[in-house]
């Protein structure tokens, strides 16, 4: 969850400690600090944004050719200057930043008090430095070492980088669980959580693998296992230009996000679709189609967004495809003894493809024998290596943490999947097959559309920006995104919102409505149009405020509701690409009118890399 930077070349290494951290806010904010080696090992940090920290040191002499900085999302402990990281040894004379979790830190913490270690902070990641000079100290040892001795005792997920007062051009780094990327730049290197902080220096990484330990040594790289054997590392070229993590004109991340759609829509079919050819084509299945084709079950594991994504993909697979499909929460599939068989396929789906509940469901399904394919959109992520195929959205990077342009990428490609082993199970007939293959091109352009709805929603946002509670209905392909929207506007407003089946108001919520509840309805026309026109005169029946959602030309549910926002025609299948949109749009603009930190939500982080 926190976000990681280290430098060590030529150049000054505060101000592109400072920048990346900024670019990793999105991984937390809770606190910022910054370790320079100058003449001696010095620390710096503060509670609060990274602006506070860089305010801060404007005042210090940071002048320094080596060091790191670390953003925090709080895990053990409150979020204050104490708590925040790098943090010392008790000597002083070593340092670490640590994005993850250590499991065992209570009983590594007492066996180091009765040896003599004292601690400042509640932190975990305290007692690992701790038991890193420890090690060094009984052993006799160098620091990598000692850092290799000390990752055999630690239990739980880790990335780290460790600096020492006595080695003033060494920086070693390690990870299990929590991603870090090696920058190679000229005479320099650089360290990272993503690639966010690097670009601007170096097209050339590393991405580092669980279990690895690399060292950057007076301008030499080497990476060796735990076990100390020499690794070959494999240099990625990054495909990530400047201006895509730049807010280019926009107030927020997420509003541009929200722009992008047309483009990332696109992007994410791109020579994957060409209706008019009747070509419909998937790198990463084609090795594994027969699999797919003859699977018998389906299990899609995901968390948050990812998981509406995914509920949308049981309808579109069991409807296109006949295959029995299974949505589960990632962080409850593992605790409960799951029936996997060789012959199921798992889809795993993640953004940043480093989700560690997502992880860890995919390594127990791979050790039952089952076949994962992997969903996400960052190029070398966790997911992506440990997957046995996959594809990646290419939506390009999502910067605001509540996540817009990964959803409709995430379901394109689902829709995709679905529509391609429908093809080959003979399941689809060739007519309906081509029909949604058009209408799926059609999507980003229309989606065009919706956005044009911008000012109308606005209105909306007005009205409504100090409701404490609203319920958000659908059914069948809206349902996940009645979900979607309810976990959008609760994310970034702090407004209550709950999202349901709409037939399941009658059984419970309904008791919840009157004429201060907005409802949302996700009302297009479909083959449960009527149901849902059965259920708005049921809110409105008890003075419920109804703002829905609806296909263009629609006369009948503009009759009854309060607020309409229109959303083009296209197939059931694919209008949760189009539906999604105005209700992204309108928890956006409640958020900025309510004053909150679109962008940067309180207690929340883009990538969850700890359980």
Known sequence: MCGIVAYVGHREASPIIIKGLKRLEYRGYDSAGIALLNGDLNVYKKKGKVSKLENFLAEQDVHSNIGMGHTRWATHGEPNDVNAHPHYSTSGNLAIIHNGIIEN???????LIEKGHTFKSETDSEVFINLIEEIRIQNKCNLVEAVRLALHEVVGAYAIVVLAKDSPNQLVAARKGSPLVVGIGEGEYFLASDATPIIEYTNDVVYLNDLEIAVIRDGELDIRSIEDVKQTPYIHKLELALEQIEKGGYEHFMLKEIYEQPRSIMDSMRGRLIAEKYQLMLGGLREFENKFVNADRILIVACGTSWHAGLVAEYLIEDLARIPVEVEYASEFRYRNPVIKESDIVIAISQSGETADTLAALELA????????????????????????????????EIGVASTKAFTAQVTVLSLIAMFIGSKRGTIETSKLHQLMVELENIPAKVEQCLQQD??????AELFKDATNFIYLGRGYNFPVALEGALKLKEISYIHAEGYPAAEMK?????????????????TKDSSYEKVVSNIQEVRARKGRVIAIVTEGDTVIPAMAEFVIEVPDTSEHLVPLLSVIP?????????????????????????????
Do not use: W
């Not at 791979?366 to 959205?393: H, L, P, Q």
């Not at 059984?507 to 009302?523: K, R, S, Y």
């Open 583 to 611: 209700l992204q749009l309108l928890s956006y603009y409640i958020a900025v009118l309510r004053g909150c930190n679109v962008d940067q939500p309180r207690n929340l982080a883009k990538s969850v890399t700890v359980e």
């Open 105 to 111: 830190y209570a009983s590594l913490k007492k066996l």
């Open 455 to 460: 000012k109308k929603i606005q209105e909306i």
């Open 366 to 397: 791979k050790s039952k024998g089952a076949t994962i394919f992997g969903i996400c959109n960052v190029v070398g992520s966790s997911i992506a290596r440990a997957t046995d195929a996959g594809a990646y959205t290419h939506a390009g990077p």
């Open 507 to 523: 059984h419970g919520p309904i008791a919840l409505i009157d004429e201060n509840m907005p409802v949302v309805f996700i009302a």
